[in-house]
């Protein structure tokens, strides 16, 4: 799979799919393209006057009610894919851990199974 195509398969398999495992192409292709679309939004509304503000402000509440749950389930299943649980998301939510999080978040997939399912590299490098 193209690294573009990784957050349409998030947002429409794995909406809000906790279960199993995501490789770390797919979590970091689907944050890529969410933080692009996100920052356009944002300078799109800086940029514009009141009434086309109010509408790309609409399209950024719209963006993130979308993204929010296929961000978590990516999210998890990475995590899922380096041994740990999903919870250790709520690190990111606690301003002094983001750091631990982001070490997990770039820590490179368990080759073995795990508790949560098989590995998604399954003889691919």
Known sequence: MKWYQWFTYCIFNRYADFNGRARRA???????????INVSLYFLIALSGDLASTVFCIMLLLFGLVTFMPGLAVGACWLHDIGLSGLWLL???LS???LVLFVFLVKDSAPEDNRFSPSPKDGIE
């Open 26 to 36: 797919e979590h970091w292709s689907f944050t890529l393209i969410y933080t692009i």
């Open 91 to 93: 690190l990111g939510w």
């Open 96 to 98: 002094l851990l983001h």
